[in-house]
């Protein structure tokens, strides 16, 4: 056992180590712990059958039918990124609320949570947010340190605002570690899917987007001189209708599409990141298509879209199963109509398709798409070789026994894990941590009475926060690596403080009142 | 045919057998790098080609997955009717992605690093952390994939496994092959890395500028 221990603590250092030396990190966890089960061998802690079902484990992972949505949602982001939906996203809120006294920072929250919403994907919505909108706060005497605070923070909601794909993530390791807690203290199995988790996530969310909005009104009162209000350069033409109903309003409906129905029991998580995946196709197809001087793919896509709508009305009207023994003649005509703008549909995607690689952006965005959920995929299954051989040593038993060992039972255990999460968080991103960390820690906490979806959204938000916090929260380097010339190091990190006080604030009220994360999930089932 | 696929499982394994010393070649540019410069490039241009290869087949499945996905959600949502062997084509492709994708990804420079000490290293202490991760990290992790995987891999090319349902697809043993496909993928693409950085240890090639490499950001 003290050997076991020893090289249980030697392997999680010397993955510190390898990680620290800048190599690949789905590569360094799997191979250092090769490294130290081979050792285990040697000194026959593991047998060698032990490792050999690696294999079998990634074959568990290519199966695993929740996590299907990842690459789905990420292709959905990448195709709204790549066709300037995003951008128009930001654009026509920004001149919208550019009038108001601090308008242009509600523009980045209000953006930053609907592109959270759309693509989940942090570094690309800090990048695009840093580019379009802190130039134009800068030029119209933006205080530095609240523009750059203002869009990191906004940039991380993607963590914790669904459906974010690290909540995917998250809600398979809860689900796993519920279990083998279950089964340790003889409760119900119960599984925790994604739909819970989003659940969870929603009301978090929008109260923290909440915190954000006001601390920038509080701005705008107390120190008008930080957030003006912003002149419109005399070029612009005023929007049209047609312009903010196209870039404010489309985005707006496929979000409310994608998320009405996983919470409202409609559609499982992975058949709505298929929807929005196509409707993404959809949308980037009908913004690229004015540029390639294809109108009339434009009006063919815009039916496809509306085929959509027909087809949800007429499965809301009519029962259309197939397997029925007769089916009434209102019946087949719906059954007709729905296939016929099934077909429409799908042409309609092909267009898009047409559409996207006239403006060469179709295989770019697909490969895009492709080598990011390849990143996700192999820090799976280079962690899953990690967890084989740590459990191997025994390894979650040590760290089981140490949180039960905690003064302060739950609260204390749960604040020593916050704690090394929050650290972690610094070199570590939040794939990483879920892959790795939350298979060891989650099952003690469960079994010490943590709600496993409350454990969850608590986790999901100490990282966001440790994303934000200097000097290596992963936003600011973003936020650093595309910001103009001039904008110091020392303000990005300045302006960050306040809303990590709002973050810490939001986990201690989500820690103080359960039901915030709880409420959502229970009422829905 | 029952015949044969034993007999191609040991040929393929032989020739894997045969290939291995390839991995001494990087050590070798290290030690006379005049010799090896020719051959060393060459191949590099074939592994990477090999890896965009199956990037493209992977990015055929992204699509691929999204048009099924849907059909799938229309099927069962709308019409009541589910087809097992359309659920295996999403599930062929999802993970076909990354199982074939992982090692052009390599290549791109699209996996995470943690980027602390990194920006501070010299270009040859860089080269040396790749020489060594390729080398003792993905080589040995192929090796336990490809020998762990084997025993289970043969039996389901034996007997031609289909998918578990009755309408399922026909050839589970395909889908349980991207596994040695993805070991042999990512040890040519390590290969490919380990080659680059010998060459830029012994001054053959320049270093890539900073611009050309890039991080992808936690999700």
């Known amino acids: 056992m003290e050997l076991e221990l020893i090289l249980a603590i030697a392997m999680f250092m010397s993955v510190i180590a390898g990680l620290l030396a800048g190599y690949p990190v789905a590569l360094t966890l799997g191979g250092v712990a090769l490294i130290f089960g081979l050792i285990g061998i040697q000194l026959?802690?593991?047998?060698?059958?032990?490792?050999?079902?690696?294999?079998?484990?990634?074959?568990?992972?290519m199966e695993n039918q929740t996590?299907?949505?990842?690459?789905?949602?990420?292709l959905m982001g990448v195709i709204l990124e790549r066709s300037k939906v995003a951008e128009d996203l930001l654009h026509t809120a920004s001149?919208?609320?550019?009038?108001?006294?601090?308008?242009?920072?509600?523009?980045?929250v209000i953006v930053g949570a609907l592109l959270a919403a759309s693509t989940g994907i942090v570094g690309a919505t800090v990048v695009t947010m840093t580019l379009i909108a802190l130039p134009t706060m800068l030029r119209q005497g933006y205080d530095p340190k609240l523009a750059t605070g203002t869009i990191a923070a906004s940039g991380t909601l993607g963590q914790i605002i669904p459906p974010s794909i690290v909540l995917i993530l998250l809600a398979d390791?809860?689900?796993?570690a519920n279990q083998s807690a279950s089964t340790k203290i003889a409760g119900g199995a119960g599984t925790v899917s994604v739909g819970d988790l989003f659940a969870g996530a929603l009301i978090p969310g929008l109260v923290l987007v909440g915190f954000y909005l006001l601390y920038l009104i509080a701005n705008a009162i107390l120190k008008p001189s930080s957030s003006p209000s912003a002149k419109l350069s005399e070029g612009d033409a005023p929007l049209t209708a047609l312009e903010i109903i196209l870039s404010l309003g489309a985005p707006l409906l496929l979000i409310f599409v994608v998320l009405g129905s996983i919470l409202g029991g409609i559609a499982s998580p992975t058949e709505a990141s298929a929807i929005g995946a196509g409707g993404a196709l959809l949308l980037a197809g009908i913004r690229l298509a004015p540029e390639q001087g294809m109108e009339a793919s434009r009006r063919f896509i815009l039916a496809g879209g509306a085929g959509l709508i027909v087809i949800a009305a007429l499965s809301w009207q009519f029962d259309m199963r197939l397997t029925r023994a007769d089916i009434p003649l209102a019946a087949q005509a719906a059954v007709a109509a729905s296939g016929l703008a099934i077909i429409v549909f799908f042409l309609a995607l092909f267009a898009s398709a047409r559409v996207l690689s006239r403006a060469r952006q179709f295989k770019p965005a697909l490969k895009s798409g492709t080598e990011v959920t390849s990143m996700v995929f192999l820090i799976l299954i280079g962690a899953s070789l990690f967890s084989l051989v740590f459990r191997g040593y025994g390894g979650d038993a040590i760290v089981e026994d140490m949180l039960r060992s905690v003064p302060g039972g739950l609260w204390g255990a749960l604040a020593l894990t916050m704690l090394v999460m929050f650290v972690l968080g610094f070199f570590l991103d939040f794939i990483e941590i879920v892959f790795v960390v939350v298979p060891i820690v989650a099952p003690p906490l469960i079994i010490l009475g943590a709600d496993p979806i409350w454990l969850a959204i608590l986790m999901a938000l100490n990282l966001q926060t440790s994303f934000l916090t200097p000097p290596f929260g992963f936003a600011l380097f973003y936020l650093r690596g595309a910001a103009p010339d001039g904008v110091e190091t020392l303000d990005i990190w300045r302006g960050a403080i306040p809303y990590i006080g709002l973050q810490i604030a939001m986990i201690l009220l989500v820690a103080a009142l359960p039901a915030l994360a709880t409420w959502l999930p229970a009422y829905m089932q | 045919m029952a015949d044969f696929i034993p007999i191609l499982g040991t040929t393929l394994r032989w020739?894997?057998?045969?290939?291995?010393?390839?991995?001494?070649?990087?050590?070798?540019i290290l030690i006379a790098p005049k010799r090896f410069a020719g051959i060393s490039r060459h191949l590099i241009t074939r592994l990477d080609g090999l890896s965009g290869f199956a990037l493209d087949i992977a990015i055929g499945f992204s699509f691929l997955i999204?048009?099924?996905q849907l059909v799938v959600l229309f099927l069962s949502n709308v019409y009541g009717v589910a087809f097992s062997w359309l659920s295996d084509t999403v599930i062929f492709s999802f993970a076909g992605i990354f199982m074939l994708g992982a090692a052009a990804t390599l290549r791109d420079e699209g996996h995470v690093r943690v980027d602390i000490l990194r920006p501070r290293?010299?270009?040859?202490?860089r080269a040396i952390v790749e020489l060594v991760g390729s080398l003792g990290f993905i080589w040995p992790i192929g090796l336990l994939i490809l020998y762990g995987g084997a025993a289970s891999l043969a039996r389901s090319w034996a007997g031609l496994e289909p998918f578990n349902e009755s309408d399922g697809l026909p050839f589970k043993y395909l889908f349980k092959t991207l596994i040695p496909a993805f070991a042999v993928l990512m040890m040519a693409q390590g290969l490919s890395q380990a080659l680059k950085a010998a060459r830029i240890l012994r001054g053959l090639d320049e270093p890539p500028s900073p611009a050309a490499t890039h991080t992808v950001g936690p999700a």
């Open chain 1, 44 to 61: 026959e802690l593991i047998s060698l059958p032990f490792l050999r079902t690696y294999p079998g484990r990634i074959l568990g992972s």
């Open chain 1, 67 to 74: 996590l299907i949505a990842v690459p789905l949602f990420v």
């Open chain 1, 95 to 108: 001149r919208l609320l550019a009038g108001i006294r601090g308008g242009l920072g509600y523009a980045v």
């Open chain 1, 173 to 176: 390791a809860i689900s796993n």
């Open chain 2, 15 to 28: 020739i894997g057998v045969c290939l291995l010393p390839l991995g001494l070649l990087p050590i070798a």
């Open chain 2, 66 to 68: 999204i048009l099924v």
């Open chain 2, 121 to 125: 290293f010299s270009d040859a202490q």
